[in-house]
C-alpha cells in the first residue's frame, strides 16, 4: 500500500548542521546503517478505517516538511530538496487476532526498525499499519536518522496521537529549510563560534590516551548488551538525576579500566533548546563534549558535577561539525573518542519503558549479558554505548575496539554502571540519618 500525497510545500536549500553531521555518520556505517533508523509506535484509542489514517499521514507531512525531503549529497556538502508530492510506503498487517495485535505490532516494529533507507532516492518516512477486525489498531512510524532523532520521533507520535485524537497539534515550528537559513544568519555563526571554542577549550584539558592499545585488533567491533530490570527501576526511581547518574556511572566505570581520573565523552544533546525546534520532526541533535574531572572521588559528589558537567555539554553541542573537525585537525586534542547516546523513553508506546515494580535486590538476579553481534571496525570510535528502553527493562548496548577494551572489560564497565547506578538509587531511598 502506498499513501499519496501533492500539494505540500517545496524548495531546496543548504542542510542543516544536524542533517550533514548524520549524514557523515550514516554514510560511513554500511550495512549497520539500518540500526540507526527512528521508529516508534502508538495505539489508537479509537480504531480507524486506512483511508482515515491516510489523511492524518497527510496532515503529518503538511505539518513537517522533513517528512518529505531529499538529501543530495557532494563530499561535505550536502543540500535539502523538499518535494510537494509523492508516495509514502506502507506496510500492513491485516486479519490480526485482537489478542495478537501487540505482538503483531513489535514484529513490524522490528521489520521497520531494521529495513535501511536511502536518504538521496526514498522519502524518509515509512508507515506500519496492524489492523484487525477491518480497523488500524497500532501505527508504527520508521524515518531514517538523517529525517529526524529519537527527540523528533517523540514529537510525531504526539502530533499523531493529538490528530487521531480530533484535536490539531500546537506550535509554531522552524522547518528544516528556515533553520539552515538561521545557521548561515549572524547569529547563527556566533553561537557556533562559540560552540567551537568551548569544544576547543575541553579538548585542551582532558586525557590524550586513557585506553592503550592492549592486543591485536578484532577485525570487527563486538557489541554487547546488558538487559538490566534493576537498571530501569532505579534511573525511574531517581527520575530527574537519572540522566547525570548514567553519566556519573560510566566515567566512573571507565575510569576504573583505565586508571584516568579525568573523562571525557562526546555525548548526544537534543539541541531543542531555540524557538521553533522544540516540537519539530527532524534532526537536530548532535555531539556534545562532556569533560568531567574527578572521577575517583565518592559517586554522589560525582553525580553533582555530572550535572553541571553535562550541562555546558548541552549548552555547546549546536554547531557546523564539518568547522568543527578542521578546527580539532589543527589542535592538540585529547581523546575524544567514547561516545554515550542516552535514548530512554523514547519507545513508551509499545511498553518499552515501564519497568515491573520489584524490589532491586530481586531485579539484579535477572539481569543478562549478551554478544548479539559483531560489527565492522568504526573510525575514530573506542567505544559507543547505548542506554535504550526495553520491555521491562533497561539496555545498555556496547560496541568498543576489542584492541582497547577487551569483551572482558566491556563486561566489567557494564556490569559496573549498572552496580553504581543501583546502589545509588538504593542509598538515595534510605531516610536521613
Known sequence: MEFAFAGLRAGHGPGTWGQRAIWDVVRGLGTDAARYNVTGGRELVEPLPAARVADLVRALLARHDSLHTLLDADGDTVRQRVVPAGAVPVVVRSGIEAGEVLPATYAL????????????????????????????????????????????????????????????????????????????????????????????????????????????????????????????????????????????????????LTGATDTVFQVVVNNRFLPGLAGGVTTVAQEGLLHLPGTDEPFPALVRRAFGAALSAHRHAYYDKVALRRDIAGADACDHSCFVNDTRGLMPALGYAKPTPAALAEALSRTTLSWPVDHEPRLGTTFALDAQDAPGSLELAMTADSALIPRADMARLLYGIESLVVDHALASAQPPA
Open 109 to 256: 516494529f522490528h521489520e521497520l526498525q531494521a529495513t535501511p533507507f536511502d536518504p538521496l532516492t526514498e522519502l524518509p518516512l515509512r508507515v506500519g499499519l496492524v489492523i484487525a477486525d477491518g480497523l488500524v489498531r497500532y501505527v508504527v512510524f520508521s524515518m531514517p536518522h538523517t529525517a529526524s532523532d529519537g527527540w523528533g520521533l517523540r514529537n510525531l507520535l504526539a502530533d499523531w496521537s493529538a490528530l487521531a485524537s480530533g484535536a490539531e497539534p500546537s506550535g509554531v515550528l522552524r522547518q528544516p529549510l528556515e533553520e539552515a537559513a538561521f545557521q548561515h544568519s549572524d547569529r547563527g555563526r556566533r553561537r557556533d563560534a562559540a560552540a567551537r571554542r568551548s569544544w576547543l577549550d575541553k579538548l585542551a584539558r582532558g586525557p590524550h590516551r586513557p585506553f592503550p592499545v592492549r592486543g591485536t585488533a578484532e577485525p570487527v567491533f563486538p557489541n554487547a548488551v546488558l538487559n538490566s530490570p534493576a537498571l530501569a527501576l532505579a534511573l525511574d526511581r531517581l527520575a530527574a538525576d537519572a540522566h547525570a547518574v548514567l553519566l556519573a556511572a560510566t566515567a566512573a566505570a571507565a575510569a576504573r
